[in-house]
């Protein structure tokens, strides 16, 4: 299937490869608020300069601000896509773990919301050469979120960052949203950014890029006039099972999807995040090989997985 991106008048896709990046080592996590140091955040950007251009980042919390200000007193060549972490502004019977919130904590949500959009837009215009799109939210608005987000709200505070910062704004989801609910969001923003992952919805290696091509192609065909990025994709590389058999989850069978992956997102001129740089063991339930702690090209400490011999084999 040949899919190209719409409209892409921004030519990031020529510009360099892109990943997810959280910093997160053992003992960390945003969670209880203990945050990556300077030096280990810097440790990790020497690991991702020789190959990445483009960082996605999840939230505006203290590790965003130490990644940005590394960036910029070191002078690296990154730029960063910076994202807004939201809480549930609705319960939603729909989600599997359970996602039903009194009316009180819905309230304290929504100025948690609106504060985290503060800082959004505080380090955007902080740091306007290293940050190049800001994101209002990851998966808020799919069926089975427990932080569902209304469209309507997330059209609100699209249309407030528009009117105080430069970059261009987006909305990370699944791509099931972005073929209906999402429309009204969907023309308020610059570009769409979408989210595949072929490995959670049980299908095989042999199918996988189809899958993940059909899954953008319906994103494009309900979408025609907006560029698009991929921020999520990728292969976890364990799992014990949760949602993911376990058979399916291992370094080879990442090193053949993020391979074709990129190869054909670069023929395809589709900017696209690699979920992601490092595995993170805060993630999940307490199960060393729960899927959620498996996806990164690097373990949790630092060593690279067999995906980083493989993508730039001819590349030198």
């Known amino acids: 299937m040949e899919t190209t991106m719409h409209n892409n008048d921004k030519n990031w896709a020529d510009s360099g490869n892109a990943i997810c990046y959280s910093g997160y080592r053992a003992g960390q996590s945003p969670v209880h608020g203990i945050f990556p140091s ?3 955040i810097g440790e990790d950007l020497a690991l991702l300069q020789p190959r990445w251009k483009f960082l996605r980042l999840y939230d505006c919390t203290a590790h965003a601000e130490t990644v940005l200000q590394v960036i910029e007193e070191q002078q690296l060549d990154f730029k960063v896509m910076l994202g807004a972490n939201m809480t549930a502004e609705s319960s939603n019977p729909n989600c599997p773990w359970g996602a039903h919130f009194d009316e009180e904590t819905l309230a ?9 959009i503060d800082r959004l837009i505080a380090l955007s215009l902080r740091y306007p050469d290293v940050v190049f799109s800001v994101s209002i939210g990851n998966e808020a608005s799919v069926d089975w979120s427990d932080h569902l987000v209304p469209v309507e709200r997330l059209v609100a505070q ?3 960052l528009k009117s105080a910062i430069t970059q261009p704004v987006t909305f990370c989801e699944n791509y099931v949203p972005w073929t209906n609910k999402l429309e009204p969001l969907a023309r308020e923003l610059d570009f769409i950014s979408v989210h595949t992952y072929p490995v959670w919805e049980y299908q095989s290696i042999e199918h996988a890029m ?9 994103v494009i065909d309900k979408n025609p006039d907006k560029p698009i990025v991929i921020t999520e994709a990728g292969w ?5 099972g949760r949602g993911i ?6 370094q080879q069978l990442q090193a053949i999807y993020c391979r074709e992956l990129l190869n054909w997102s670069r023929e395809a001129g589709i900017l696209t995040f690699i979920f992601e740089a490092f ?3 805060w993630k999940g339930s307490e199960d060393p090989l729960e899927p959620e702690k498996h996806w990164g090209l690097w373990t949790e400490d630092r060593q690279p997985k067999l995906a980083l011999q493989t993508l730039f084999a001819n590349q030198g």
Request: zero cysteines; aromatic letters at 2%.
């Open 38 to 40: 300077a030096l280990e």
């Open 108 to 116: 304290s949500n929504r100025i948690a919301n609106d504060r985290e």
């Open 158 to 160: 699209t249309r407030r």
């Open 210 to 218: 189809a899958f993940t091509q059909q899954n953008l192609q319906a």
């Open 236 to 240: 976890t590389t364990a799992s014990n």
């Open 245 to 250: 058999e376990p058979n399916n989850a291992s």
């Open 279 to 281: 595995d993170e063991s």
